[in-house]
């Protein structure tokens, strides 16, 4: 029986250690620092550690002997602690700093994706505003303009027309509205279509397709208002048909690990694709990320049926071609309860009341939130995360939604939409 620990503290975090928690092959689930959610979880314990500390993350676990460690947000990632964690052998499943790249550059993403001949938007990549500007004089509108580094969600801006283009350019280059992350930026082509959202296990040759899933990333009914991390997902997403996933596969998927295997950086880890595609089923990537999404991981781990921790496992031994991943049959649906304002304003401190009132079946997952005595209060940003299975995806979304009117802390803000795209 594994001893597991999960690193962070969001919805994801909840979600893949609650789903660890149901394995019959584990016996104790840590996750650090967890949330509120997860301290009210049976066989889950939160741990008081800072996850940027490798060093103390390190003794911690060999202090529980801990057989497993799950790296949930892409910061440790991409700073190393997986390479840290491995070097005094300890199973930890996630990509290298090295490989960790596709997620924390965006300029080192496009150049991979060009050289290797994977599907993507035409782009340009500057670190001076004069370059950038010329660069915008002869482009089509709306056109797309991304922070190189991390800026937790919030790195990309859809700019309308020049002046909207050149003042962001400014922002990022000049302003350093995103500190370092934005000391170099992409510019790249407005692809239409509808995005969708591709997640494998890797293990550095082999994969494992997690089920397919569909995020909202604005804000408001009918993908309006500002971008977010994500306010709902559901999955399986009916836009990604079997012959698209082939496509995914054949395309991008494929190509990817061979390509990082040629490079000399494998890659171990999830691997998200977020994809777009259009009216022809062409597909192609408008992002990598290292890690399992958030609000995906909420609907896909409710769905998923095998031991994830064998799974990670499995990974880390080169022998993913060995396993087989079962899932529930039904579909499932997230909808984010986030503050109002978000992703502007940042309150906090609210007593959220009603989360044992749900619907039985409805599964809450917490995201910013605090305990505090007997009461749960709110920590800012996405909150929650409610969840609801069944064999319609409709039911599905009413289930959810039931769940969600039965939750209040009184400047509550969610999409009341989420699904649509899949029951027009």
């Known amino acids: 029986m594994n001893q597991v620990l999960v690193i962070g503290s969001g919805g ?10 149901k394995s019959n092959t584990v016996a104790q689930t840590f996750v650090a620092p967890g949330n509120a959610g997860t301290a009210l979880e049976p066989n889950i314990d939160n741990v008081i550690l800072d996850i940027n500390d490798f060093q103390a993350v390190i003794q911690f676990c060999q202090i529980q002997n801990i057989d497993l460690v799950i790296v949930g947000p892409e910061q440790p990632l991409v700073a190393g602690m997986v390479d840290a964690l491995q070097a005094v ?19 080192f993403a496009k150049a991979f994706l060009a050289r290797h001949n994977i599907p993507t938007a035409a782009y340009g990549e500057f670190s001076d505003v004069d370059s950038a500007k010329a660069y915008l004089q002869d482009k089509n509108f709306p056109i797309v303009i991304k922070a190189d580094g991390l800026a937790a969600g919030k790195g990309v801006i859809i700019a309308d027309d020049l002046a909207h283009a050149e003042a962001t350019i400014d922002d990022m280059l000049e302003a350093n509205t995103f500190g370092d992350a934005g000391s170099r930026i992409i510019i790249e082509e407005f692809l239409k279509g509808e ?8 293990d550095g040759s082999h994969f494992v397709s997690m089920a397919t899933s569909q995020d909202h990333k604005a804000r408001d009914n009918g993908d309006l208002g500002p971008n977010t991390g994500g306010m709902g997902a559901y999955s399986p997403a009916p836009i990604v048909t079997e012959e698209v996933e082939q496509r995914v596969i054949n395309e991008i998927i494929k190509p990817t690990l061979l390509g990082m295997q040629s490079d000399g950086i494998p890659f171990t880890g999830f691997l998200y694709a977020g994809l777009m595609i259009d009216n022809h089923g062409e597909v192609k990537v408008l992002e990598f990320n290292v890690r399992f999404g958030d609000p995906e991981t909420q609907p896909i781990m409710v769905r998923l049926q095998s031991n994830l921790d064998q799974l990670c496992l499995a990974a880390i031994d080169g022998a993913l071609d060995k396993v087989q991943i079962a899932w529930d049959d039904r579909y499932a649906l997230g909808v984010v309860m986030a503050e ?10 609210h007593v959220i009341r009603g989360l044992n009132d749900v619907p039985e079946g409805v599964k809450v997952f917490h995201a910013g939130s605090a305990n505090q005595g007997d009461e749960t209060l709110t920590a800012g940003g996405r909150v929650l995360c409610v969840c609801a299975l069944d064999t319609d995806l409709k039911v599905a979304q009413q289930k959810a939604y039931a769940g969600v009117k039965s939750i209040h802390w009184g400047s509550e803000y969610y999409r009341t939409d989420i699904g649509f795209k899949a029951l027009k």
């Open 195 to 202: 995005e969708a959202s591709y997640i494998v296990m890797a």
């Open 89 to 107: 052998g300890i199973n930890c499943f996630g990509p290298t700093a090295a490989a960790a790249q596709l997620e924390g550059s965006k300029a």
């Open 12 to 21: 994801r975090e909840h979600a893949l250690a609650w789903r660890l928690s």
């Open 340 to 349: 109002a304002g978000y992703p502007l304003g940042n309150q906090k401190g």
